[in-house]
């Protein structure tokens, strides 16, 4: 079964607060790629990241980090002195050969940054 | 400006009443895909095409149908049988393989009159 799992619904923090949201996922696959996404007010959402299954560098891009476990099958988000523009719902996702290129979403984790 | 158009922003259908969501692209994205998104259960897959003339039910196909006539276009019709139509509703692109990211639209928020 595949599954991805966001424990956090939602993350209240104050502007400059570092705040990290958790994605666990299960698969059986050796072969697979991890995506977060954002979800502003608007409603679209924006393709942050993609990490293949091979590749456990984190990575760092500017305020954002993410940091990728295999042993714990977590690719977890950081973002670094946030601010109030961070405020949307994230998603992280995975898709596998075996899908078919069907992504399979985590419930998501709406996270507020007040000022 | 290349990108995802999904028309209209809000809809209201009335009981027994097909309606028909637009999704148009024009990043010459090979595969699209239609999701349902209600609040606190993520994004479900409703169908996708993968090609031009094919598409294929996702999780959640009952009550929906779509058409896939031009690669830029790939419309969703909300039928009478879907008994629980009111969601938003997503559009997505992306070039085929796993490794693709997707590309969004800026949804339609379809509710019962």
């Known amino acids: 079964a595949q599954k991805v799992t966001q424990a956090q619904t939602e993350i209240s923090v104050v502007e400059k607060e570092d705040v990290t949201l958790d994605c666990v996922y299960e698969t059986r696959d050796t072969t697979y790629y991890l995506f977060w996404y954002k979800q502003p007010p608007s409603g679209e959402l924006v393709f942050l990241i993609r990490?293949?299954?091979?590749?456990?560098q984190n990575e760092i891009s500017g305020r954002y980090s993410w940091n990728f476990q295999k042993s714990t099958s977590s690719f977890n988000f950081t973002i670094t002195a946030s601010q109030v523009v961070d405020s949307a719902v994230y998603f992280c996702a995975l898709n596998k050969a075996s899908n078919t290129g069907k992504l399979i979403f985590g419930q998501g984790t709406t996270l507020q940054v007040k000022p | 400006d290349g990108g995802i158009t999904q028309s209209p922003k809000y809809l209201f259908r009335k009981e027994g009443q097909n309606v028909t969501l637009s999704c148009e692209q024009n990043?010459?994205?090979?595969?699209m895909y239609w999701y349902r998104q209600d609040p606190g259960q993520g994004l479900r897959l409703i169908y996708y095409s993968q090609i031009v003339n094919d598409f294929q039910k996702g999780d959640i196909a009952e009550g929906y149908s779509v058409s896939r006539e031009k690669k830029e276009s790939f419309p969703l019709t909300v039928t009478s049988a879907q008994k629980n139509p009111t969601a938003f509703y997503l559009c997505?692109?992306?070039?085929?393989?796993?490794?693709?990211?997707?590309?969004f639209g800026d949804g339609t928020r379809l509710s019962i009159l």
């Open positions: 990043l010459n994205h090979d595969a």
């Open positions: 990490r293949n299954s091979f590749d456990e």
């Open positions: 997505a692109s992306g070039d085929r393989g796993i490794r693709q990211p997707q590309h």
